[in-house]
């Protein structure tokens, strides 16, 4: 006869019995620490939104001409739209890599920076508008390595700045960048920059040298130190007036703004039409593809150095204050990355391209304003150039990798 067990009443499952519900990928990928949370997707949307805009200021600023002499009406857009898809896809390859990777291969980039600066100056290179700052490659494109040299100065700097930091030999000597250091970086810098000096591009050896500057001061040298290298650049442009090292030409252009009715038929016209065309367009603009100076020829270089006037003139106030902003949040995100970045070298890469895109869009923008010289220098992700866009948007890849391979993500 068996015994019966005495029956109990149930509690429910045991823990662990059933699996928890499994969340959907998008919904992990969103979650905290998930793949897609490490992405900056603010910078994403504004870098690819200022794109586009840039690529209708490309069409309406060369639609007129070329629909005047009977050529396809859409080529520059076209080209620009093939440029800014391309440079998103090396944003995203950048940006997938860790930064770390990329101080690992800093010397080989800095020394691809350097090489292709060599050919421009070689029969390889190609002269336009008066600088020879181009390579002529198959299909009737153009490389511009002046602006490849930007990323080559941020990560060369940024290496050997960071290496006390990252890798001190001696325990007593780890922490700020010596003078050792600096005058290191210096060194290194000197090439790119009087290299591209030498063809002329005067706009981005001025993009060069307060971008090495910027870093120097945010590597964490002693304040003598800054106050002695200022003196040493107030010497050295002193030196450069006294001595007349600047060609004939470049010194007008940096003096030309001071009073451009003095000179009206050369460096003079320039900032004169820039200034009455971004003033003719109001606070809405006389609308797209209806700019009378840009449309007509008035304004040169309109497509690339000049691009913020077709802005003016066709959006009006409000359409450069909208470019303004994209370009202050992109600012603002880079330096968003520098201070949320583990060490010191992603700091310095994303403080170096944060210097980089606000210097540039300064001098393009004051230019246009009649606030500063006129130097040749494009506008970052909206003037026309595939060179620019490349570089462009593999620096705001740099950006993402430094903010992605984040240990915390801070929001």
């Not at 890469?349 to 130097?375: D, K, R, Y």
Request: with cysteine; glycine share 12%; hydrophobic share 55%.
């Amino acid at each position: 006869m068996s015994v019966g067990i005495p029956s109990r009443p149930w509690a429910g499952p045991r823990w662990g019995t059933f699996a928890p519900k499994r969340r959907s990928a998008l919904a992990r990928g969103f979650a905290k620490g998930g793949l897609f949370r490490s992405w900056d997707w603010l910078l994403i949307a504004v870098t690819v939104g200022l794109t586009v805009l840039g690529a209708l200021l490309v069409w309406a600023a060369t639609e007129p001409e070329l629909r005047a002499i009977g050529a396809d009406p859409h080529t520059y857009l076209k080209k620009q739209l093939l440029w800014g898809g391309l440079g998103i896809i090396l944003m995203f390859i950048t940006a997938s890599i860790d930064y770390r990777w990329f101080r690992r291969w800093t010397p080989v980039i800095y020394a691809l920076s350097l090489l292709l600066l060599l050919a421009v100056l070689s029969p390889a290179g190609q002269r336009v508008n008066g600088a020879k700052a181009w390579i002529a490659l198959p299909g009737g494109f153009q490389i511009e390595p002046s602006e490849f040299a930007k990323l080559g100065l941020v990560l060369g700097t940024a290496w050997i700045l960071s290496r006390r930091r990252i890798e001190p030999t001696e325990p007593r000597k780890a922490g700020r960048p010596g003078l050792k250091d600096v005058g290191l970086a210096v060194l290194a810098a000197a090439p790119l920059i009087l290299l591209v000096e030498r063809e002329p591009a005067l706009g981005v050896m001025l993009v060069l040298v307060f971008t090495l500057a910027a870093m120097i001061v945010l590597s964490g040298i002693r304040l003598y130190w800054v106050a002695s290298l200022v003196a040493i650049a107030a010497a050295a442009v002193y030196a450069v007036g006294k001595l007349h090292l600047l060609r004939g030409y470049q010194l007008t252009r940096l003096t030309s703004f001071l009073h451009p009715a003095n000179d009206l038929a050369g460096a003079g016209y320039n900032a004169l039409q820039a200034k009455i065309a971004i003033g003719s367009g109001g606070t809405f603009g006389q609308g797209l593809f209806h700019g009378t100076f840009t449309g007509g020829n008035f304004v040169p270089s309109v497509q690339t150095d000049f691009i913020f006037t077709v802005a003016g003139e066709e959006l009006g106030f409000v359409g450069c204050a909208v470019i303004v902003g994209l370009l202050g949040i992109i600012i603002f995100r880079a330096i968003r990355a520098a201070a949320v970045a583990d060490d010191m070298f992603g700091m310095l890469v994303a403080s170096g391209v944060a210097v980089w895109f606000g210097v540039q869009a300064f001098i393009n923008i004051g230019m246009t304003l009649g606030i500063m010289p006129i130097t040749g220098l494009p506008l970052p992700f909206v003037s026309y150039g595939g060179s620019a866009a490349f570089a462009d948007m593999i620096a705001v890849g740099l950006l993402q990798s430094v903010r992605r391979h984040h240990s915390i993500f801070i929001e």
